[in-house]
């Protein structure tokens, strides 16, 4: 089998007496999509943002492609390629769309105007963020300077779910991208997942939607407790199944599925 | 923006038409929140104008109030930036004063050359303001215990240091005039304008710039606004909060040396008020204490409307005492319409 491109090993985080993480295990392919799964509180949050330079582990190792890295900040692992949409969203607010798609990594203007006075070039942020929102059929939204905290709880996701797209280039985290979408945005949410999947990135999703999971992922990984309890083949195994593991009423060596590693 | 793209904005978000006016002018407030104190300030002219009559409208009160503000707009922009965050310096003063006492014993203590004993007391403030922003950011405590620390340290500091002495402004017009600098005179139609006005005004216009159009501004008000979430977004926020503290010192540090220009001497015994009179410009200009919204041209509106309600009631001949009775209902009024823009969200 091919190396991970993103991997973890027993990674532990407790906050008092609270262990979030309990020795967790990860793999993350490349070219696939990866769902996580588990209850409120198994420690998927806490997983991905050790994996993302958010939040820095106890314990644990983590690897990316191949090579033993420690991302101090979600800026480090950025640079690595790695793009996150947290749970929370990470928004601000009081700042408009534009403000938030290019926060921490604004484009300045070309030449004496960006070099010199540093200023922003406000016109390419805001075509670009205003044609990455139309790519996700976002254009209910009409004002690219509208504050964020106009905007619906579903149309925050999707910038956050565009943000992450636009600027991810080797691996995409999403944290229940759909939680707050319709029907229909929430399908566009699954095939830009499905597009970029195409375009050679490897995507991890976090959902507690089984249809969703069992629709568009390649591997299962359940969470459990803190840690990976295993990972499965959705064709291999059915929801019921992935269901009984994920909240302990069957146990892993019950599920013939089983995909090691 | 056009407004034209701003009429589009508005009713996309509100399905259903119907916007009331109220809703209409929430939103235009929300988007521009100095609006509401330009608004205050110009009726507030207009209102001491008809009462008073054309000497409201002369050369010597515009230059009354102009010398007024100059210093309340300095240590106000620098206020500005720390509120944005959602912090609030007490020091500013502090910082202020012992820079300037700095400024002058150095010259006149040790006798070096006037400029490098600014440069000392400009770097002083700096340094100042880098404390009270890396015990914010590194050590997290709160902002107010932080700088209300710091301004009693430098108050202390500044009465042991200048052994309560003040240098007199004939020694200084003799020896230093660099001192005076700020003091430069340049007459418009009447009005005199010092430098130390107009670099109130340069220095407003150039941190509006800097807020509102390089990355470093749009990071002041993200990590006001939600600190968080600026740092999963890739911000630094330590960073971002040590350096606005520490601009914020030496803007405060180049108030003291327009100070020394403003009374002539160099006074250890100054700018006690400075602190309250800067938070309140920041809050009648419209600027959020919770931080992330606000713009820092409310803050020059706010000083200059407590500066027009000072000589307009002088000039009425009202006790002082009704100058700070109305400041204070603005400040609650201000803070109450702040609560009110802050709840447009759909
Ligand atoms: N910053 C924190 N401080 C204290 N406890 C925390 C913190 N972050 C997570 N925890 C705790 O760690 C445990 C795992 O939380 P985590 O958010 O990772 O779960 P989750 O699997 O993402 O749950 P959900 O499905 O509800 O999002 C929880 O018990 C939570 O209370
Ligand atoms: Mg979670």
Redesign the interface.
């Known amino acids: 089998m091919t190396q991970p491109i993103l991997q973890a090993r027993g990674l532990v985080k407790r906050y008092g007496h609270v262990v979030a993480m309990d020795g967790a295990d990860f793999d993350l392919y490349p070219g696939e999509i990866l769902a996580v799964i588990g209850d409120n509180g198994a420690g998927k949050s806490s997983l991905i943002k050790a994996l993302s330079g958010a939040v820095r582990p106890d314990a644990g190792e983590i690897r990316f492609q191949g090579q033993p890295v420690q991302f101090n900040s979600t800026k480090e692992a950025q640079r690595a390629g790695i793009e996150t949409v947290y749970q929370t969203l990470a928004m601000s607010p009081a700042l408009s769309i534009t403000d938030n798609m290019f926060m921490g990594r604004e484009l300045r203007r070309p030449g004496f105007a960006g070099s010199v006075l540093r200023m922003l070039d406000w016109g390419r942020m805001r075509a670009f963020a205003r044609e990455k929102l139309n790519e996700l059929g976002l254009m209910t939204i009409q004002n690219i300077n509208q504050p964020v905290e106009t905007l619906s709880g579903g149309q925050r996701q999707g910038i956050a779910v565009a943000r992450a797209a636009a600027f991810g280039s080797r691996v995409i985290i999403l944290d229940e991208p759909t939680a707050a979408l319709g029907v229909k945005e929430s399908q566009r949410v699954l095939d830009l997942i499905a597009e970029l999947k195409a375009r050679g990135l490897s995507i991890v999703l976090i959902s507690h939607n089984m249809p969703h999971v069992f629709e568009i992922a390649d591997r299962i990984h359940i969470h459990r407790l803190g840690k990976r309890l295993c990972t499965v083949r959705p064709k291999n195994c059915s929801m019921p199944d992935v269901v009984g593991l994920m909240t302990g009423a069957l146990g892993p060596e019950s599920n013939p599925a089983e995909v090691v590693g | 923006?056009t407004s034209t793209?701003?009429s589009?904005?508005a009713d996309?978000?509100r399905h259903g038409g119907g916007r009331s006016m109220l809703d209409r002018v929430q939103h235009a407030l929300?988007?521009n929140p100095s609006l509401v104190p330009l608004l205050v300030l110009v009726v507030s002219v207009l209102v001491f104008g008809i009462l008073i009559g054309p000497r409201f409208f002369s050369p010597l009160a515009l230059t009354l109030i102009l010398q007024q503000v100059a210093i309340v707009g300095i240590v106000g922009a620098a206020q500005s930036l720390v509120i944005i965050t959602a912090g609030i310096d007490l020091s500013v003063g502090a910082i202020m004063v012992l820079s300037s006492v700095i400024m002058g014993q150095f010259t006149f203590r040790y006798g070096l050359p006037p400029g490098l004993s600014i440069l000392c007391g400009l770097s002083a403030g700096a340094l100042f303001g880098a404390i009270n922003g890396l015990l914010v950011s590194i050590m997290r405590l709160p902002p107010f215990i932080v700088t209300l620390g710091m301004w009693q340290i430098l108050m202390a500091a500044n009465f042991l240091y200048s052994r309560n002495e003040t240098i007199r402004a004939q020694d200084i017009a003799a020896e230093a005039p660099l001192l005076h600098l700020f003091a430069a005179k340049q007459n418009i139609a009447g009005t005199d304008f010092t430098l130390g006005t107009i670099f109130m005004l340069a220095l407003v216009l150039f941190l509006a710039f800097v807020l509102r159009?390089?990355?470093?501004g749009?990071?002041v008000?993200?990590v006001g606004?939600?600190p968080?979430?600026?740092?999963?977004?890739?911000?630094?926020v330590r960073g971002t909060l040590i350096s606005v503290y520490a601009v914020a010192g030496l803007i405060c540090a180049l108030a003291g040396w327009v100070m020394i220009g403003r009374i002539g001497s160099v006074s250890p015994n100054v700018g006690q008020l400075t602190n309250i009179e800067s938070i309140t410009a920041v809050v009648i200009g419209g600027i959020s204490l919770f931080g992330?919204?606000g713009s820092i041209m409310g803050t020059l509106f706010g000083g200059l409307i407590v500066g027009v309600f000072t000589l307009g009631l002088r000039l009425l001949g009202a006790d002082a005492q009704w100058t700070y009775l109305m400041i204070g209902v603005l400040i609650i009024v201000a803070v109450g319409v702040d609560q009110w823009i802050r709840k447009?969200?759909?």
């Open positions: 923006m793209e701003k589009v904005s996309s978000f929300h988007t159009h390089t990355a470093w749009r990071h008000y993200a606004d939600d968080g979430a600026a740092e999963l977004s890739g911000v630094n992330g919204r447009v969200t759909s």
